[in-house]
C-alpha cells in the first residue's frame, strides 16, 4: 500500500471561484486519488451540514461524539463528520471552546 498522500489542504475550485479544501488520498494510487476527487462536491455538502449542526447548538456547542450521534441515523462513520469538523475549523468557521465529558466542544463563530 503507498504511503498516505501528501495533504494539500486548500484548491481553487474554478466553478465557484472558491478555496476548498482538498480530499484526502493514498500517493502513488490512482484509484484512491480517483476516489477523492469524485468524493469532493459531498464532502463540501456534508461540511455545511456539520456546520449547520454546530450552529444549531448554539453557545453550547458540539463534541465530536455529539455530532456523530446526530448523524448517526444517516449512517456517517466518523471518518466522514470529522474531516468535515477539521476543514471547517481550518476554514475558520467553528472554534474550540472548551471540553466536555473529556471532549473538546466546537461552536460557529
Not at 64 to 75: M, V, W
Request: a neutral charge; hydrophobic letters at 30%; proline letters at 6%.
Amino acid at each position: 500500500m503507498g504511503e498516505q498522500g501528501r495533504l494539500f489542504p486548500w484548491f481553487h475550485d474554478e466553478a465557484t471561484g472558491r478555496i476548498e479544501p482538498s480530499v484526502p488520498f493514498i500517493r502513488d494510487s490512482e484509484t484512491s486519488k480517483a476516489a477523492a476527487e469524485a468524493f469532493r462536491p459531498r464532502a463540501v455538502t456534508k461540511r455545511d451540514q456539520v456546520l449547520e449542526y454546530i450552529r444549531s447548538c448554539g453557545a453550547t456547542g458540539a463534541t465530536d461524539n455529539e455530532i456523530g450521534e446526530h448523524f448517526a441515523g444517516l449512517r456517517w462513520s466518523p471518518n466522514t463528520h470529522r474531516p468535515r469538523r477539521v476543514e471547517l475549523c481550518r476554514r475558520g468557521e467553528i472554534e474550540l471552546s472548551g471540553d466536555r465529558d473529556g471532549c473538546w466542544v466546537w461552536r460557529a463563530r
